[in-house]
């Protein structure tokens, strides 16, 4: 990640160093949080539009590791939003069950993206040109909502960066329910 980028997400890190200390209520250790990755999202695109590529290697870097690493902050922290309004609060067994079917429907999308994700843990490179130079053409008809995680900018989308953005924000969250469940079995 280049430098310029990698400082936003130290900055961001300690924002939810912060959010995650203050003695509030989680909904609101949420919403800040949130609030962060969406500010600092806005930073990098900005950022991204102004000073361009210099080249290929350095936009497939943008849309393969630092948009996706920003993005799955906000999807982390949507992840958790949802579970906090749906989860059965008052029902240790609905608790464990509801927390068992996040992990479903996780590993429902691992897998349903096996190849992908593969490709993506093994650390190949050979078609990053295909997944993460912009294309409009090849996936507008594909993601006509334009990116579900950082809205409708279509001038910085890639093929692929959402599928990894989606990704980093379920392992991120996986942590998080393995956690949940632990305190489960403890109680």
Same mark, same amino acid.
């Given at each position: 990640?280049?430098?310029?980028?990698? %400082?936003?997400?130290?900055?961001?890190?300690?924002?939810? /160093?912060? /959010?995650? !200390?203050?003695?509030?209520?989680?909904?609101?250790? #949420?919403?800040?949080?949130?609030?962060?990755?969406? =500010?600092? +999202?806005?930073? #990098?695109? !900005?950022?991204?539009?102004?000073?361009?590529?210099?080249?290929?290697?350095?936009?497939?870097?943008?849309?393969? %590791?630092?948009?996706?690493?920003?993005?799955?902050?906000?999807?982390?922290?949507?992840?958790?939003?949802?579970?906090?309004?749906?989860?059965?609060? =008052?029902?240790?067994?609905?608790? @464990? @069950?509801? +927390?068992? +079917?996040? %992990?479903?429907?996780?590993?429902?999308? $691992?897998? =349903? !993206?096996?190849? $992908?994700?593969?490709?993506?843990?093994?650390?190949?490179?050979?078609?990053?040109?295909?997944?993460?130079? @912009?294309?409009?053409?090849?996936?507008? %008809?594909?993601?006509? +909502?334009?990116?579900?995680?950082?809205?409708?900018?279509?001038?910085?989308?890639?093929?692929?960066? /959402?599928?990894?953005?989606? #990704?980093?924000?379920? =392992?991120?969250?996986?942590?998080?329910?393995?956690?949940?469940?632990?305190? /489960?079995?403890?109680?």
């Amino acid at each position: 990640m280049l430098p310029e980028y990698q %400082e936003y997400y130290q900055l961001l890190l300690a924002d939810f /160093h912060y /959010h995650e !200390n203050e003695k509030k209520a989680e909904m609101k250790m #949420i919403e800040a949080c949130f609030r962060s990755s969406l =500010d600092c +999202w806005g930073k #990098i695109g !900005n950022l991204a539009r102004k000073n361009g590529f210099r080249d290929e290697s350095e936009e497939i870097g943008f849309f393969k %590791e630092v948009k996706p690493t920003f993005g799955a902050c906000l999807g982390y922290y949507r992840f958790r939003y949802h579970a906090l309004l749906f989860v059965p609060a =008052d029902n240790p067994g609905e608790m @464990r @069950r509801f +927390w068992h +079917w996040e %992990e479903k429907k996780m590993q429902r999308f $691992f897998d =349903d !993206n096996r190849e $992908f994700c593969a490709y993506l843990r093994d650390g190949d490179t050979r078609r990053d040109k295909e997944y993460f130079l @912009r294309c409009p053409s090849a996936f507008a %008809e594909s993601r006509p +909502w334009g990116d579900s995680i950082h809205g409708l900018e279509t001038d910085l989308l890639s093929p692929k960066d /959402h599928l990894v953005t989606i #990704i980093k924000a379920y =392992d991120r969250y996986g942590k998080f329910i393995e956690t949940k469940l632990l305190n /489960h079995l403890e109680a």
